[in-house]
């Protein structure tokens, strides 16, 4: 975990060129994770719903297990079509193992974009780099004072 810490630091300083390629630029530039459901009130576009991963999921009780979820939660949480936060969004994809560039066209189609803030940019990281430990990854979000990838009290 130290290396990836020192890896993120240097990323997240002006030391190295800020690199890592976006989703598209983030013409409104918020924490879209503060502002969840004020994105989906103000947008007239319809986005996907959580059934997006079902070509990538096996076994809902599998996927629920690697969240660390009810997996009787997850399934209300598919059957309902709900639409998930961006943390959860990503929390999928990382339990799914799915590949960086087929994540972006996924997070695309949910609604979703990265921005160049600390929060998205240590997220990207680690989807680049093929690092697909959520745990880990929720350590260093708040290592570094951003707020968790999902909570499982706002699933419920």
């Known amino acids: 975990m130290e290396e990836i810490i020192k890896k993120i630091e240097l990323m997240l300083s002006d030391k190295i060129e800020k690199n890592i390629p976006c989703c598209e630029d983030s013409t409104r530039d918020y924490d ?26 096996e076994s809902i009780d599998d996927l629920a297990l690697k969240l660390d979820v009810d997996n009787i939660l997850l399934a209300s949480l598919f059957r309902s079509r709900h639409i998930p936060s961006k943390g959860l969004s990503c929390a999928i994809a990382m339990a799914l193992n ?59």
């Open 32 to 57: 879209a994770y503060n502002n969840l459901d004020n994105m989906y009130l103000n947008d007239k576009k319809k986005y996907a719903d959580i059934t997006i991963f079902n070509e990538y999921i």
């Open 98 to 156: 799915i590949e960086y560039e087929n994540f972006l066209s996924l997070f695309k189609e949910l609604g979703y974009s990265f921005n160049h803030s600390d929060y998205d940019r240590i997220i990207e990281y680690f989807f680049i780099n093929k690092i697909y430990d959520i745990k880990l990854l929720n350590d260093v979000l708040i290592h570094f004072g951003q707020m968790y990838l999902y909570s499982r009290k706002k699933l419920r």
